[in-house]
T-cell receptor, first 114, second 114 residues
Framework: AQSVTQPDIHITVSEGASLELRCNYS??????LFWYVQSPGQGLQLLLK??????LVQGIKGFEAEFKRSQSSFNLRKPSVHWSDAAEYFC????????????FGTGTKLQVIP | GAVVSQHPSWVICKSGTSVKIECRSL??????MFWYRQFPKQSLMLMAT?????????EQGVEKDKFLINHASLTLSTLTVTSAHPEDSSFYIC??????????FGQGTRLTVV
């Protein structure tokens, strides 16, 4: 079955610093991949998605992610982190193609310090 | 993006009582709705998938008689936690998708059983 792994449970960065959150996927074919953000006590918001085509995907709030087949990775990046980016971030993959039920990674909690 | 509204945002109930959580798609027709459960500091675990007008499909290990799901219309799905116990306390999140669209998430419901 398709799965994603987020190696980092918790990351702390200074405001204004760059950010990279790691996600590795396990899937035989080219996967669909998502990144979601969850603010405390809130639901999830889709940051960006990769289906095919350009391997560098732009999302909302200044986030981007790059699909690297050779590394089975789909890391999330942001050049300059803002305090409001503090949240939990989930990488996710649908269990089958398209928009079917989604399996989430374990999440990475981002803390932003002044 | 489309809006999914979940109600209530939080609820406290006594052990042994039942609680109903509503998930509404406000501006699109949701052909499929998903219910997730999230334990503290953990990822989201899919509980069940429901298609409008059909019986829900439950994931392995989820008690269908305990978590009753109804998806009677294209804009509303409900999750009823029957005979709730303290171990049912959790954060429940729904998501809804239309035909060939991504899934949009509700803001979640914090259930506390005392």
């Amino acid at each position: 079955a398709q799965s994603v792994t987020q190696p980092d449970i918790h990351i702390t960065v200074s405001e204004g610093a760059s950010l990279e959150l790691r996600c590795n996927y396990s899937y035989g074919a080219t996967p669909y991949l998502f990144w979601y953000v969850q603010s405390p006590g809130q639901g999830l918001q889709l940051l960006l998605k990769y289906f095919s085509g350009d391997t560098l995907v732009q999302g909302i709030k200044g986030f981007e992610a790059e699909f690297k087949r050779s590394q089975s990775s789909f890391n999330l990046r942001k050049p300059s982190v803002h305090w409001s980016d503090a949240a939990e971030y989930f990488c996710a993959v649908p269990n089958s193609g398209g928009y079917q039920k989604v399996t989430f990674g374990t999440g990475t909690k981002l803390q932003v310090i002044p | 993006g489309a809006v999914v509204s979940q109600h209530p945002s939080w609820v406290i109930c006594k052990s042994g009582t039942s609680v109903k959580i509503e998930c509404r798609s406000l501006d699109f027709q949701a052909t499929t709705m998903f219910w997730y459960r999230q334990f503290p500091k953990q990822s989201l675990m899919l509980m069940a998938t429901s298609n409008e007008g059909s019986k829900a499909t439950y994931e392995q290990g989820v008690e269908k008689d305990k978590f009753l799901i109804n998806h009677a219309s294209l804009t509303l799905s409900t999750l009823t936690v029957t005979s709730a116990h303290p171990e049912d306390s959790s954060f429940y999140i729904c998501s809804a998708r239309g035909f060939n669209t991504e899934a949009f998430f509700g803001q979640g419901t914090r259930l506390t059983v005392v």
